[in-house]
């Protein structure tokens, strides 16, 4: 029989899990076809609050403001959208482009309806680029139009193109629903919006945001058209659009999000478009927060890189507006790093990174938390304490066994939920006061 050898000392991969950072990507082959850059841009004052966020204009301003102290020197989120239509919207977005053009490293766009009335709305708002809902399934061209059809919505969609450009904006076209979207408009049309912006130089130059719009797409290239997101990319680069001219911005309605997001990228994709803490219609947007990690692991940012910290308090934000994060949200739900079985308090206790995907405490603001249950053991009294205290005790200390028999006691009763620090704090603080045991002989 084939035996395990022993080795000294312990194979941590530290290329994939470096201590002092996030994991990182260790390529088997390194992609042809993955952009020398990529960033993200942000859509929280537009999908967000289409989503149901309610966001005052004192609001609004305090989210962009935290998108830029996130992003800092990094670039890793370039821009944010906005709504144009009422006097709030309008009003974020001035304070936005103020900050903007004092400094800030966030550029503000707008949104608009693919109309040449919308057009003429955003030209004199100061902005150098706007989005343009542009439905590209026939689920949409056949049943939004009257009387419908994919050469009538094609050409309103043209003609919107046209007063934007004639307005020296940048068109962004929205290509809703594209995961769903025949290949006989799709490619068509791209093809004609390029046409038509091409006498308007490099300053007019379009961007296309493929939109999963209903979170259909899959993240593999052996799947038909139209639900293969990196197969959609490169026909898209095919036709002469550039990767850093396309977006990808999905939904996630099925739960393949941000790997379809990640997919995009290898595929050739610059920019990935969602919301920080995945606010957004129905099931949210692409979680930046998320996506950016396994950017920073493929080797992006690597000269700055943007401050996870500070989403801490963006949670906080959401918090306060009632539209607070899952406690098990991914990284910054309040429960996301908190452990309630014994076996990991002890792993916790004897090496933290045994039960921990990297650094949270330093990488993330947040700490490493535990709740005590009947199953939590000595190990997670031990950690609790220490997390707090910074005063570790041993198993056999008689103050932290008959603390244990206590707590154990009330779950013994029908007690059925966990126990926070903030109930226990004044008995350990009792407890720690006490006289130390004579050490063991």
């Known amino acids: 029989m084939t035996q395990v050898q022993d080795v000294p000392t312990p194979e941590l991969f530290p290329d994939a899990f470096p201590a002092g950072g996030f994991p990182q ?225 999905p939904h996630n309605d099925t739960h393949l999000v941000v790997a379809n997001c990640l997919a995009a990228v290898l595929a050739g994709c610059a920019a990935i478009n969602g919301t920080l803490l995945g606010k957004g219609e129905r099931t949210g947007n692409a979680p930046l927060e998320g996506v950016l990690l396994h950017l920073l692991g493929m080797g992006y940012f690597a000269d700055a890189a943007p401050d996870f910290t500070r989403l801490g308090e963006l949670a906080e934000v959401y918090e306060v507006l009632g539209q607070g994060v899952p406690a098990k949200y991914p990284l910054y739900g309040k429960d996301a790093h908190r452990t309630r079985a014994g076996i990991h308090a002890d792993g916790l206790n004897k090496f933290w990174p045994m039960y921990a995907p990297f650094d949270v405490p330093r990488l993330l603001g947040r700490p490493l938390e535990l709740s005590l249950t009947k199953d939590s053991g000595l190990a997670g009294l031990i950690f609790l304490i220490k997390g707090h205290t910074g005063v570790e005790l041993r198993k056999d200390d008689p103050r932290l066994q008959a603390l244990h028999a206590g707590l154990n006691r009330e779950f013994d009763a029908g007690r059925q939920t966990a126990v926070e620090w903030e109930e226990i704090a004044p008995r350990v603080e009792a407890l720690l006061r006490e006289d130390q045991p004579a050490p063991p002989a």
């Open 25 to 249: 990507f260790v390529w088997t082959r390194r992609p042809d076809t993955l952009p020398a850059q990529a960033w993200t841009t942000e859509t929280t004052h537009r999908d967000g609050q289409q989503g149901g966020l309610p966001l005052t204009t004192e609001q609004g301003v305090r989210l962009y403001d935290l998108m830029c102290a996130f992003t800092g020197d990094s670039g890793a989120i370039r821009q944010a959208e906005f709504f144009v239509y009422r006097a709030p919207d309008r009003e974020m977005l001035e304070a936005a482009l103020e900050r903007f053009h004092g400094g800030a490293p966030v550029e503000p766009t707008t949104w608009i309806r693919a109309s040449r009335k919308d057009a003429g709305l955003v030209g004199a708002l100061g902005v150098r680029e706007t989005g343009m809902l542009a439905s590209a399934s026939d689920y949409h061209t056949f049943h939004k139009f009257t009387p419908g059809g994919r050469a009538q919505a094609a050409q309103t969609y043209l003609d919107a193109v046209r007063a934007v450009l004639d307005a020296g904006l940048r068109p962004r076209l929205h290509l809703e629903d594209a995961t769903r979207a025949p290949r006989e408009f799709l490619l068509p049309f791209v093809e004609a919006v390029l046409e038509v912006a091409a006498p308007y130089g490099e300053a007019g130059r379009p961007k296309f945001r493929l939109c999963d719009t209903m979170g259909l797409g899959l993240p593999y290239e052996f799947v038909a058209w139209p639900r293969s997101v990196p197969g959609m990319v490169r026909e898209l680069l095919a036709l002469g659009v550039r990767g850093e001219d396309l977006e990808f911005h």
